[in-house]
């Protein structure tokens, strides 16, 4: 234990360190009343505001879709009032008072992609950390409304894909196959990943076995290549 304080203290010193440093580097080497800074300096202080705005735009449209280009009156707005007000704290703030009422006003597209639902490959994954549909994290009480914007009939066998990491406890699974049963969703059921993988190495298997079975038979070729010619005899 005491072992394991040391060492969260020295990189708490270390972190110290390293910041206070890069803090302090500049007012070391530009020291000096009468020393003025360099152009090249004071042209990147210059730019620097607006390259973190830009890259916060960035960052906050480049994982949404949306259903209309209204909410991309945010960004809009944070470059006009930059280019106007030359304020990069109002900016900030009112692209992102903006963006996050517009977010919350249901902008932002609730489209999942494709959905699969069947045993081999299932869209919806139950993990430690929560549920998911396809890639991204959902709210469960939600994935009854998704279904249906989705068109999936209530009477469809729905397969929830079960994480490694959150077999040992299927609770809150179970009480999500509820959820779904009491919004007419009442055929649910929980696939391990290994069954999963069974399932998709069986259809695998299948449509090998298909295209064999109908695949021509291989003709007979002679060493040299040619086609060869096989006579019947009287008694064939």
């Known amino acids: 234990m005491k072992a394991e304080v040391l060492y969260m203290l020295g990189i708490v010193a270390a972190g110290f360190l390293v910041n206070y440093a890069l803090r302090a580097l500049p007012f070391l080497v530009f020291a000096g009343r009468d020393r003025d800074l360099p152009k090249w300096v004071s042209r990147f202080g210059d730019l620097v505001s607006p390259v973190i705005i830009a890259a916060l735009i960035v960052y906050s449209y480049s994982g949404l879709q949306w259903r209309t280009p209204w909410p991309y009156l945010a960004g809009a707005l944070v470059v006009a009032l930059q280019l106007w007000r030359k ?105 391990s990943k290994k069954r999963a993988e069974s399932h998709v190495r069986s ?11 109908y695949a021509p038979s291989p003709r007979r070729v002679s060493p040299s290549g040619k086609r060869q010619i096989r006579y019947k005899g009287a008694n064939d």
Do not use: W
């Not at 259809?203 to 079975?213: A, I, P, V, W």
């Open 203 to 213: 259809e695998e298997e299948m449509s090998l076995e298909r295209q064999r079975q």
């Open 87 to 191: 304020n990069a704290l109002l900016s900030i703030v009112a692209g992102t008072v903006l963006y996050m009422c517009l977010v919350c006003t249901g902008c932002m597209s609730t489209d999942y992609g494709d959905i699969t639902l069947d045993a081999a490959h299932p869209s919806i994954r139950y993990s430690a950390q929560g549920f998911l549909i396809g890639e991204r994290y959902v709210d469960p009480a939600k994935v009854p409304s998704i279904l249906e914007s989705y068109d999936v009939p209530h009477d469809r066998v729905i397969h929830i894909l079960i994480d490694e990491d959150a077999e040992q406890n299927l609770r809150p699974a179970r009480l999500f196959m509820g959820l779904l049963a009491h919004n007419g969703y009442t055929r649910s059921v929980l696939v």
